[in-house]
Nanobody, 124 residues
Framework: QVQLVESGGGLVQAGGSLRLSCAAS????????MAWFRQAPGKDREFVAA????????YYTDSVKGRFTISRDNANYTVYLQMNSLKPEDTAVYYC?????????????????WGQGTQVTVSS
């Protein structure tokens, strides 16, 4: 069982930065794939970024490449999402997710564990 708690969301102007954190509990954290998804009002939840269990491999959706960085600290059971050069279209509730195994890593249905979400609002 893995429990996830996100923090770090807020209101920021376009071009600004935010760092999201996801604190995890559970002995399997160091063996889980971790990811960030986001959901804007009226839209489906979408994949943002993922990081392998060891932290050696990272994956991003095209719209955030070069602006967002996912990282993890297995010793402290935490995964991060550093978001730079934020745009109004990045406004959404951001969710942390965990899975022991995925086929695509980009599908919501592949993740067993979810946090409650943290709101990110980017003003123009």
């Amino acid at each position: 069982q893995v429990q996830l708690v996100e923090s770090g969301g807020g209101l920021v102007q376009a071009g600004g930065s935010l760092r999201l954190s996801c604190a995890a509990s559970g002995r399997t954290f160091s063996r889980t794939l971790m990811a960030w998804f986001r959901q804007a009002p009226g839209k489906d939840r979408e994949f943002v970024a993922a990081i392998s269990a060891s932290g050696s491999y990272t994956y991003y959706t095209d719209s955030v490449k070069g602006r967002f960085t996912i990282s993890r600290d297995n010793a402290n059971y935490t995964v991060y999402l550093q978001m730079n050069s934020l745009k109004p279209e990045d406004t959404a509730v951001y969710y942390c997710a965990a899975a022991l195994w995925t086929r695509t890593m980009r599908s919501v249905n592949e993740y067993e564990y979810w946090g409650q979400g943290t709101q990110v609002t980017v003003s123009s």
